[in-house]
């Protein structure tokens, strides 16, 4: 069974930074590209990153390029998005999300972890 | 960036009933790459459909997908109670992979 597990959430400052994980079970994780996605509280889904299963590929979202980076660890099965200088606005549940391809839909999701950027 | 715009933002119906839901693309979706995601309160979305058509595993007959270029439709047969949530589409042939603003689905 897939599984995908994200952790890292918390309460942080504008300004700070955090590092999600996403921890990954139950299928051959060095096959598939991941990608996070966030959600502010009461509105919709907003794609934030994705990376290709080797990692020689990544895309960001305009709104997150020069402050989040995404990286895998393939010998762990492990996923994480460093997140710097975090405004108000980056306030959301961050899910990670599976796919075939860099470009691919996205079949698989974790339950997300939230993050609240707030003085 | 193609901007995807979903229509209606809310529709109201009543189990047993036929859902149609529409997704409008800025620009020409490439090969089809067009999926669709329900989500319910407190639950990660789930994919539906991807390819504009194709079902996506374990998903009922009762959902289907259609359309090519700039429109797309997700519609939903007869309605269960079950399917009363938050649909999305999301278009992923491009490298800023974009979601439309969904459409509430809710029991009327």
């Known amino acids: 069974e897939v599984q995908l597990v994200e952790s890292g959430g918390g309460l942080v400052k504008p300004g700070g930074s955090l590092r999600l994980s996403c921890a990954a079970s139950g299928f051959t994780f060095t096959t598939y590209s991941i990608n996070w996605v966030r959600q502010a509280p009461g509105k919709g889904l907003e794609w934030v990153s994705s990376?290709?299963?080797?990692?020689?590929?990544?895309y960001y979202a305009d709104s997150v390029k020069g402050r989040f980076t995404i990286s895998r660890d393939n010998a762990k099965n492990s996923l994480f998005l460093q997140m710097n200088s975090l405004r108000a606005e980056d306030t959301a549940v961050y899910y990670c999300?599976?796919?075939?391809?860099?470009?691919?839909?996205?079949?698989?999701w974790g339950p997300g972890t939230l993050v609240t950027v707030s003085s | 960036e193609i901007v995807l715009t979903q229509s209606p933002g809310t529709l109201s119906l009543s189990p047993g009933e036929r859902a149609t839901l529409s997704c409008r693309a800025s620009q020409s979706v490439s090969s089809s790459n067009l999926a669709w995601y329900q989500q319910k309160p407190g639950q990660a979305p789930r994919l539906l459909i991807y390819g504009a058509s194709s079902r996506a595993t374990g998903i009922p007959d009762r959902f289907s997908g259609s359309g090519s270029g700039t429109d797309f439709t997700l519609t939903i047969s007869r309605l269960e109670p079950e399917d009363f949530a938050v649909y999305y589409c999301?278009?992923?042939?491009?490298?800023?992979?974009?979601f439309g603003q969904g459409t509430n689905l809710e029991i009327k």
């Open positions: 999301q278009q992923y042939g491009t490298s800023s992979r974009t």
């Open positions: 999300a599976t796919s075939v391809g860099v470009q691919s839909y996205f079949d698989y």
């Open positions: 990376i290709s299963s080797s990692g020689s590929y990544i």
